[in-house]
């Protein structure tokens, strides 16, 4: 059920919201699927370099603090951010040094988002439901507070300075994410309901039951021996009888060995949902090796654009740390230092180095010839090596730090006493 805005209703969202994390928990393949995405996203993690030692510093003193735990928290934020589809942070700023500490607020927990009502991309405040013995909602476990934290009216947090808001999977009318196992749950549940049966069908094909029958027995020689034989014989025992007996092995007829298909075909539906190769998903039968690199593109294109939204997220958090600490004069104004930083995932797309190293080669030698043939600029050039190397790179920037390095080495710094001067040029003016 949706209301107008694009939203579920809160009975529904949470309902999703704890079947999402019941199928991470207990099926494999949504296990698979939310974790396979935290390490092709994070890999090895992420790293924080800043232009300015003093910002760098500012910085890993956060990154590093036991409370923050970020090259922890870095795969629990990927993680629940694919989980849920959303992920609400809270800032604890210390008024005195501005250091920041961030807390992950259970998005089950936030049942009201309060916008702005000309921008529903501009959330104003977020609402946590009262958490307490009387608070819990119908099918959910009850969580118990203590009586000091609780309040029944629930609780409020301004956007931005108490609490910011990341979501993903989610429309421009929408309010909340969704998860990324949130569209594949039907499916996900009929592949364990086929996997169980076919559990069930291949124990009950190995079942047999021993058929005993008994020429010209009346009613109460029969009962007798029912009563002898409650006990059937053990697996290698002999068994002896005369030839008004006849005993008989009878197993259950299951025409089942022709049900694979149906299992791939569901199984083709959760890949398809989770934008992943069926062979990222624990069938490398199916495809060649040049099939399931072709296979694997946009699952890449897939994780290098959620790569994009940890970014966002995480300089998000580190923009506030460096507000806070220039407003704690731990930093100079902005003014007076460079604020800036680079955050670097790892690479996910593997590469066949030897292979790249010589296309990049050929890719030199053709860019080289076409200069010389003034075909194109030297900007030219270097935005297309850039492009075929993967690389995001402003070719302005890389520039003017070329022609910087090539000053300094033509007009050595005047500080240092013992750095020759350049020689005289002949018809060269002199400095003032």
Request: charged letters at 25%; aromatic letters at 8%; glycine letters at 6%.
């Amino acid at each position: 059920m949706e209301l107008e805005s694009g939203e579920v209703v809160p009975s529904t969202y949470l309902e999703i919201h704890n079947l999402c994390y019941e199928a991470y928990n207990a099926n494999p393949l949504a296990f698979a699927i939310v974790e396979m995405t935290t390490s092709f996203v994070l890999g090895k993690g992420v790293t924080v370099a800043a232009n300015d030692a003093q910002v760098q510093q500012v910085l890993m003193d956060f990154w590093h603090d036991p409370s923050n735990h970020m090259d922890d928290r870095a795969y629990a934020l990927c993680t629940e951010l694919s989980l849920y589809g959303e992920q609400f942070i809270r800032f604890f700023v210390n008024k005195y040094d501005g250091r920041v500490q961030i807390r992950q607020i259970d998005p089950s927990l936030i049942d009201q988002i309060e916008t702005d009502p000309e921008d529903i991309e501009t959330p104003l405040r977020f609402h946590r439901r009262p958490i307490g013995p009387s608070a819990t909602l119908p099918g959910t476990i009850p969580v118990v507070a203590p009586i000091d934290n609780y309040n029944p009216d629930g609780t409020w947090y301004d956007a931005g300075s108490e609490v910011m808001q990341f979501a993903i999977n989610k429309v421009s009318n929408a309010k909340r994410g969704k998860s990324d196992l949130a569209t594949l749950l039907p499916w996900l549940r009929r592949y364990k309901d086929w996997l169980t049966d076919r559990v069930r069908i291949n124990k009950y094909k190995g079942a047999f039951l021993w058929d005993v029958q008994l020429t010209g027995a009346d009613r109460k020689t029969i009962e007798r021996k029912r009563a002898e034989y409650s006990y059937p014989p053990e697996p290698g025992s002999v068994v002896i009888h005369n030839e008004s007996e006849k005993w008989s092995a009878v197993k259950p007829e299951i025409n089942g060995n022709d049900a694979a298909n149906d299992g791939r075909a569901i199984k083709l539906m959760v890949a398809v949902g989770a934008q992943l190769p069926e062979h990222y998903l624990s069938d490398g039968d199916g495809p060649t090796k040049a099939t399931a690199a072709e296979m694997a593109l946009p699952t890449l294109l897939k994780f290098q654009r959620r790569q994009y939204i940890m970014r966002n997220m995480l300089r998000a958090i580190l923009d506030r740390v460096i507000q806070e600490a220039t407003r704690a004069r731990r930093l100079p104004e902005a003014i007076d230092i460079d604020t800036g930083y680079d955050i670097q995932f790892p690479e996910i797309e593997v590469t066949d180095n030897q292979a790249l190293a010589t296309a990049t080669q050929a890719m030199v030698s053709a860019l080289t010839a076409a200069k010389q043939q003034g075909w194109v600029s030297d900007e030219t050039c270097m935005r297309l090596l850039f492009q075929f190397a993967g690389e995001e790179i402003d070719i302005h920037e890389e520039r003017a730090r070329i022609t910087g390095k090539e000053k300094e080495q033509a007009w050595p710094s005047r500080q240092d006493p013992s750095a020759p001067l350049p020689r005289k040029q002949p018809g060269a003016v002199p400095l003032s």
